[in-house]
């Protein structure tokens, strides 16, 4: 997985890419860093380059919410496509993280 953070003078936003897995833990805690320095009151994090994402992935998802929160920082999810909106439906992550479309 990658991943590339957009400043923009409205909402920050945390762009992932690739396929987000198990392996990606040591990624995960590069985008809570950016996560922190980013500050403000919302955050997108854009899942529209996101190819696949595990188990695993959807857990990071929830790692990054709770850290958010820490922060009183609305996390934002949004772009997520395919095999990947799928999982994170069959999740039912939307009850606990806020998607946009």
Avoid: C, W, Y
């Amino acid at each position: 997985m990658d991943f590339k953070t957009i400043r923009t003078d409205a909402v920050p936003e945390i762009r992932l890419s690739g396929r987000m897995e198990f392996t990606d833990h040591d990624r995960l805690v590069e985008i809570v860093t950016q996560l922190r320095d980013l500050g403000g009151s919302r955050v997108v994090l854009d899942l529209s380059g996101l190819e696949f994402i595990d188990s695993a992935g959807l857990g990071m998802l929830l790692i990054l919410q709770e850290e958010a929160e820490s922060l009183n920082t609305k996390l934002i999810v949004r772009g997520a496509a395919g095999d990947v909106k799928r999982s994170i439906e069959l999740a039912r992550l939307s009850e606990i993280i806020t998607f946009e479309h």
